[in-house]
């Protein structure tokens, strides 16, 4: 299955968002495709991957990063989850 998360990635931890990585390793660990989607949502969202270099994902899970939220293509995906706010 392909999955895909929406994520309001910031440099600094936040309880919500680092359960969806740690769902996004165990889904990659099972073999699915997973990606992040880290949307420029919430103050102090990340420029680049080492932004968020506090937390260890798996290889097999692939990044997004979307300057604007103008340019969010998604890609095809069994499932797609966002947080609500």
């Given at each position: 299955?392909?999955?895909?998360?929406?994520?309001?990635?910031?440099?600094?931890?936040?309880?919500?968002?680092?359960?969806?990585?740690?769902?996004?390793?165990?889904?990659?660990?099972?073999?699915?495709?997973?990606?992040?989607?880290?949307?420029?949502?919430?103050?102090?969202?990340i420029d680049e991957l080492a932004d968020i270099a506090w937390f260890g994902?798996?290889?097999?899970?692939?990044?997004?990063?979307?300057?604007?939220?103008?340019?969010?293509?998604?890609?095809?995906?069994?499932?797609?989850?966002?947080?609500?706010?």
């Amino acid at each position: 299955m392909n999955i895909t998360f929406l994520v309001p990635s910031t440099k600094r931890a936040i309880g919500g968002v680092i359960s969806l990585y740690e769902f996004a390793n165990g889904l990659s660990r099972r073999g699915h495709g997973v990606r992040l989607v880290h949307l420029p949502v919430a103050a102090g969202h990340i420029d680049e991957l080492a932004d968020i270099a506090w937390f260890g994902f798996e290889p097999g899970v692939e990044h997004e990063l979307v300057r604007s939220l103008d340019d969010v293509r998604l890609p095809e995906a069994d499932f797609v989850h966002r947080l609500k706010s």
